[in-house]
């Protein structure tokens, strides 16, 4: 199973940027479809973004869909997530994680989720 860490949170101004990164311990990232959840407080879990494995899918949720670019480099086992004009509704805890399928893109895989990073958009 592949172990991800999550980093590059941090207190920004609204409409300001940030870019998070995920990194992941195995070789065998590169074979997984990609995604970045978030998780405001007193609120579920949701889905943001996703990559395949090739980077040649991409999907946004709506509410971020023209600010995020979710991107991936399989030689570093790392994804991206390119945040600009952020806004105060951006602020949760922001995890990465494999998704179920291409289908299912807005699905983990799995339910073992790592610390995150914490993204804080003040207004």
């Known amino acids: 199973q592949v172990q991800l860490v999550e980093s590059g949170g941090g207190l920004i101004q609204s409409g300001g940027s940030l870019r998070l990164s995920c990194k992941g311990s195995?070789?065998?990232?590169?074979?997984?479809?990609m995604g970045w959840f978030r998780q405001a407080l007193g609120k579920e879990r949701e889905f943001v973004a996703s990559?395949?494995?090739?980077?040649?899918?991409?999907y946004y949720a709506d509410s971020v869909k023209g600010r995020f670019t979710i991107s991936r480099d399989n030689a570093k086992n790392t994804m991206y997530l390119q945040m600009d004009s952020l806004k105060p509704e951006d602020t949760a805890v922001y995890y990465c994680?494999?998704?179920?399928?291409?289908?299912?893109?807005?699905?983990?895989?799995?339910?073992?989720w790592g610390q995150g990073t914490l993204v804080t958009v003040s207004s």
């Open positions: 994680n494999a998704v179920r399928s291409l289908t299912d893109y807005y699905l983990p895989l799995s339910e073992a």
């Open positions: 195995s070789r065998t990232f590169r074979n997984y479809a």
């Open positions: 990559i395949a494995w090739s980077s040649t899918s991409k």
